[in-house]
């Protein structure tokens, strides 16, 4: 059984680390391993934009840079630095963060979008990522 409630605390505090001089927004995942460890991410921007990566791509690359190779779920949390927690939205992830998840996720994994600490909706990758396209995988 996930504790989702712990999940999406720790992508609070992933968030704090978000490096966002461009755009204020920031973003905070935690990622959970079928073992049971979780690895945080945030976004990290640069001034020349495309280096940009997501909370959820630094969270599944930290991971897989470790040899983690099985995940059940990512938790997901972002808003403006001036939006207090529980007055913003929920933070969606990108096409190309689903890609990455898609990757090295089944359809049941799930993805947990928070906009307060206990104000949550989970989904999986099924429904994020339909008819997802993974041409070399299974040759
Ligand atoms: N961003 C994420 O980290 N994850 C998302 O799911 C949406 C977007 C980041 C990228 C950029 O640093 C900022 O949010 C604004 O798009």
Do not use: H
């Not at 973003?27 to 640069?46: D, F, H, M, P, Q």
């Not at 808003?79 to 190309?96: F, L, R």
């Not at 963060?97 to 979008?113: P, S």
Request: charged share 20%.
């Amino acid at each position: 059984m996930i504790d989702y409630k712990i999940l999406v605390a720790e992508a609070y505090k992933a968030q704090k680390m978000a490096y966002i001089p461009y755009s204020n927004w920031a973003v905070g995942a935690a990622l959970l391993t079928k073992e049971g460890k979780i690895y945080r991410g945030c976004n990290i921007e640069s001034s020349t934009f495309s280096p940009t990566n997501c909370a959820e791509r630094t969270a599944f690359f930290k991971a897989v840079s470790e040899g983690e190779r099985d995940f059940v779920a990512i938790a997901i949390v972002g808003n403006d630095v001036n939006t207090p927690i529980g007055q913003g939205d929920y933070c969606s992830p990108c096409g190309v963060c689903r890609q990455v998840m898609t990757e090295f996720c089944q359809e049941d994994f799930k993805i947990i979008l928070a906009k307060d600490y206990d104000i949550y909706q989970v989904y999986t990758l099924g429904q994020l990522m339909p008819l997802a396209s993974l041409p070399l995988k299974n040759q």
